[in-house]
């Protein structure tokens, strides 16, 4: 048994199901089977096949790829608890689990150094134009591809949680300037750093390279649009390592061909893979870099998500079995 994951006696071994559907590390699944709940292990199992068979579980585990909505729920009479290993709850129906009396888990903040070091990565690949540096010096050309420095410039963070706040302590420590915007108040925070907290029209009018850490649902209305993009100053980097809803796509797409912005770099996409005409159109964009949400996947947050990610299931089944 693994220290500090004390199952409760009250649930007969074996009795819990759980279906674990996108790849986790080995610990969830090893300290789970230790502890007597009986699971399987499908990463790669198709919607249909989930449809299928989740009538079968008490819980189920998803990353990313595996959208827990109403259908799959109706489909899930014995569904007590949902566990996303990860940062966010977006790709669940929070409202209908909710009315189902279906507890939610996740794992706030353990991904936060991997993610805010992509965010970092991506920042310096669009500045100094790595991409085209490394596709020339990969076809022999050895062309000296011009960026720019990003030292001295101005890094609005947009979400000024913990993603946001690491990155804001990287860029400053690399000679950047930072300022911040929030729904929240941050300015305790941003002050400990030395960031100052704006509006956002400033920060959208005042930044050199903008970068999203913001959490939005399918209802939200995009942060970024058209009007937002006519703001901003000519030839901005801008870097989104959060969600692709944040933005109007169709807008960017348009202020990327305008050069309103001269970059963007991001780890996510509307769907993905991009399926779109427009969003197609972005991705193999000259002045686009897109990763493929690669934020949390690094062995050390896989690790780190699948230790808090298995705590808080246990937690969230003790409560659900011992009322």
Not at 25 to 35: F, G, H, I, N
Not at 183 to 188: H, Y
């Amino acid at each position: 048994m693994k220290e500090g994951l004390l199952y409760t006696s009250s649930v007969e071994k074996g009795k819990i199901r759980v279906l674990i559907t996108d790849p986790v590390d080995e610990y969830m699944v090893t300290t789970l089977s230790e502890l007597g709940l009986r699971v399987d292990y499908r990463p790669e199992i198709s919607r249909g096949e989930i449809l299928r068979i989740i009538g079968n579980y008490d819980v189920i585990v998803v990353r990313s790829r595996t959208k827990v909505d109403v259908e799959i729920m109706k489909a899930a009479s014995k569904l007590r608890v949902i566990a996303r290993a990860g940062i966010g709850v977006d790709n669940i129906d929070f409202e209908e689990a909710t009315k189902r009396g279906i507890k939610i888990v996740y794992a706030p903040g353990a991904s936060t150094a991997s993610a805010a070091e992509l965010t970092i990565g991506l920042m310096i690949a669009a500045a100094r134009r790595l991409h085209e540096a490394i596709q020339s010096a990969k076809r022999g050309e050895f062309v000296k591809i011009t960026g720019v420095e990003l030292s001295d410039k101005v890094l609005g963070v947009i979400g000024f949680g913990r993603i946001g706040t690491h990155v804001a302590r990287v860029a400053l420590a690399m000679g950047m300037r930072v300022i911040a915007y929030d729904i929240t108040d941050v300015r305790e925070r941003a002050a400990a750093l030395g960031v100052e907290v704006v509006d956002l029209d400033r920060l959208l009018r005042s930044s050199d390279v903008i970068s999203l850490h913001v959490t939005v649902s399918k209802k939200s209305k995009p942060l970024f649009g058209n009007e937002e993009f006519e703001k901003v100053k000519p030839g901005l980097i801008l870097v989104n390592t959060s969600r692709a809803a944040a933005i109007d796509g169709k807008a960017l797409l348009k202020a990327l061909n305008s050069g309103r912005v001269g970059f963007y770099a991001t780890d996510v996409m509307w769907n993905e893979p991009p399926k779109e005409d427009w969003e197609l159109e972005i991705l193999n964009h000259e002045r686009v870099i897109v990763s493929p949400h690669i934020g949390a996947q690094t062995r050390e947050a896989q690790y780190r998500i699948a230790i808090q990610t298995t705590q808080n299931l246990l937690q969230a089944i003790r409560e659900v079995y011992e009322k």
